[in-house]
């Protein structure tokens, strides 16, 4: 029974440990985790009150149980949503030459998320979080931190590069504007030349028929004596 209960301890002792140091990341998903740590201190209480031994290793047994639990969300909690950040974080709209320039760390960085991604695979496969995966936490704790330094920088490169396309839609709006009012400034010449044609046409016509009443007016005269 003592070795059962320091077993318990330190598994306790351990998630405990753990949800404290990860608690200022969030409390949110860690909240599964909080409740098997309650569960166990439950089963700890009705063990140490329990007058059956059968009974009391079993509320031992299933306090251990609830504290490895706890150990075990607490790391997937913490590593699924430190990816998470990672990926909202990315679509942000980034390129990923900005990202290269604000963190000279990016292609390290992404290889600590393809580590903390494998970590997760590995874990439903053997259905258990090793100690070695608290490497991979401090590594996407790393790269978490980093990039939130480097958001003032990321974002200062976001405004230069939407005042750029703001300009380049403006000038894009400028030349359809110029090209649209050389349209309509070589539309308005055309039917200009084509009033001034038809004028010409108009006085030409006239002077024809000025030539052309010529004769007749000599005929009519010859005829009548008529002067028209």
Not at 35 to 43: F, I, K, P, S, T
Request: proline residues 2%.
């Amino acid at each position: 029974m003592p070795e059962c209960i320091d077993e318990v301890r330190s598994w306790y002792d351990k998630a405990e440990g753990e949800l404290k140091r990860y608690e200022r990341i969030t409390l949110t998903n860690l909240a599964p985790a909080i409740n098997q740590l309650r569960y166990a201190g439950h089963h700890l209480l009705k063990a140490a009150d329990e007058k059956d031994e059968q009974l009391r290793d079993l509320n031992v047994l299933a306090a251990k149980r609830h504290s490895e639990r706890a150990l075990w969300d607490i790391r997937e909690a913490t590593v699924v949503f430190l990816l998470d950040e990672f990926d909202r974080f990315r679509d942000e709209f980034f390129t990923e030459d900005e990202l290269s320039a604000a963190m000279p760390d990016w292609q390290e960085f992404l290889q600590k998320i393809s580590d903390g991604r494998a970590s997760l695979e590995r874990a439903g496969v053997a259905k258990h979080f090793g100690d070695d995966v608290l490497s991979t936490i401090d590594g996407l704790l790393d790269v978490r931190d980093k990039m939130q330094l480097a958001m003032p920088k990321l974002s200062a490169m976001r405004e230069k590069r939407e005042i750029e396309l703001r300009k380049a839609q403006q000038r894009a709006a400028d030349e359809e504007h110029k090209e649209r009012m050389a349209k309509e400034k070589a539309k308005e010449k055309k039917s200009d030349r084509i009033a001034v044609l038809g004028i010409l046409l108009s006085i030409a016509s006239i002077l024809l028929a000025i030539v052309a009443l010529g004769p007749i007016r000599r005929l009519i005269f010859n005829l009548t004596g008529i002067n028209l």
